[in-house]
């Protein structure tokens, strides 16, 4: 009588190749989800050299600069606007007027030419954002910026992925704060739980909130 034509071991292998077979895909499908949604994709902490030093933790945080004085039009359109030179120099004509880090904004002034800033917050091509409405429904700029008044230069502080948005889109009563604290840095909802459910709730009946999950509503 003849004996088993392959070893017991064999049948660890088998087993063995199988699980591999199965956990590799497994694995690196997990491995590029993660990989999508870190630092390394998204943008986030990555240090952006801008062509001007502009400190926000002086202008925003020193001297309590209201983020509308500079990003003018975040209230009526899209887009949040960036300074001109002429919103520079309404203050750098008197102070700091002389100061060698200001020489490319007069430069840029008298030469009638933007500032060549460069966006630290940049969606995809295929993605509406609408900053008015965000606003007008009382979503605060620090929600989404983070606490700018703490950054040497602006740094992306969210990952603004679809996943993101939609988290406070599906439940965005815990995001709104009253109008008036719209470009506060240090507003914060009460520390009760129920106290602040209940904000949230009357915030969104005020603003009338009906926040919008369908695909077209970002993508147009």
Known sequence: MSGPLFPRWTNTVSRLSAAALL???AIGIGGLMAYVRSPYVTGQQRPIEQPIEFDHRHHAGDEQIDCRYCHWSVEE?????????????SCHAQVWNKS???TEVRKAFFSDQPIPWVRVHNLPDFVYFNHSIHVAKGVGCATCHGRVDQMAAVEQAAPLTMAWCLDC??????????????????????????????????????YDVHSRESCSTCHR
């Open 169 to 206: 889109h599906r439940n965005p009563e815990p995001h709104l704060r009253p109008a008036e604290f719209i470009t506060s840095m240090t507003w914060t909802p009460p520390e009760d739980k129920a106290k602040a459910a209940e904000l949230g709730r009357q915030l969104a009946e005020a």
């Open 77 to 89: 359109s899209p887009s949040a606007g960036i300074p001109s030179t002429t919103v520079c120099m």
């Open 23 to 25: 956990a590799v895909p």
């Open 100 to 102: 060698p880090y200001l």
